[in-house]
T-cell receptor, first 111, second 111 residues
Framework: GESVGLHLPTLSVQEGDNSIINCAYS??????FIWYKQESGKGPQFIID?????DKRQGQRVTVLLNKTVKHLSLQIAATQPGDSAVYFC??????????FGKGTMLLVSP | SQTIHQWPATLVQPVGSPLSLECTVE??????LYWYRQAAGRGLQLLFY??????ISSEVPQNLSASRPQDRQFILSSKKLLLSDSGFYLC??????????FGPGTRLTVL
């Protein structure tokens, strides 16, 4: 896993807005990608995943987009709610047993 | 359904004391198991992972060790804690090359 600096990138949105959290990955051979949500003091929670043979996948209020050309992953959250406030991590896997985690992004949702 | 447990939830230990953190998984067989450490405001650092009983891979040399005495039990240990061992310790499980699911974590403070 990667370590990040003490200041996480932060995205501040208003309740009801759509949020987009971005992640750049480095390994062009990665074939599986995951988004996690981590609330303060808790373990990361699986949100959604996508395999490299897809470029879009939708869940409940969340959509993950994968652009393999530029090695970019994004998480879109529709109608963001205060309960969505957390740190969001992307992770990639090249078919090995371990994941490589990206730097987290803190999402702050104001009522 | 699968569940993952960690204990204790919080721990305060003096420098030089031993450590034992336990992780157990229910509802699956022969999972991959992982130990991560997360310092405050930072990403996830993989410490150890195991693909089977008695099989441990170390990612970061340090004064910690891991053991897997049973298929669904993973233990993180230290003989003598350092101040730098403070952090949030997370256990995770997965089926090979798939999503990792995290436990609730243990908050360790070394004084």
């Amino acid at each position: 896993g990667e370590s990040v600096g003490l200041h996480l990138p932060t995205l501040s949105v208003q309740e009801g807005d759509n949020s987009i959290i971005n992640c750049a990955y480095s390994n062009s051979a990665s074939d599986y990608f995951i988004w996690y949500k981590q609330e303060s003091g808790k373990g990361p929670q699986f949100i959604i995943d996508i395999r490299s043979n897809m470029d879009k996948r939708q869940g409940q209020r969340v959509t993950v987009l994968l652009n393999k050309t530029v090695k970019h992953l994004s998480l879109q959250i529709a109608a963001t709610q205060p309960g969505d406030s957390a740190v969001y991590f992307c992770a990639e896997n090249e078919g090995y047993s371990t994941l490589t985690f990206g730097k987290g992004t803190m999402l702050l949702v104001s009522p | 359904s699968q569940t993952i447990h960690q204990w204790p939830a919080t721990l305060v230990q003096p420098v030089g004391s031993p450590l034992s953190l336990e992780c157990t998984v229910e509802g699956t067989s022969n999972p991959n198991l992982y130990w991560y450490r997360q310092a405050a405001g930072r990403g996830l650092q993989l410490l150890f992972y195991s693909v089977g009983i008695g099989q441990i891979s170390s990612e970061v040399p340090q004064n910690l060790s891991a053991s897997r005495p049973q298929d669904r039990q993973f233990i993180l240990s230290s003989k003598k804690l350092l101040l730098s061992d403070s952090g949030f310790y997370l256990c995770a499980w997965s089926v090979p090359t798939d999503t990792q699911y995290f436990g609730p974590g243990t908050r360790l403070t070394v004084l």
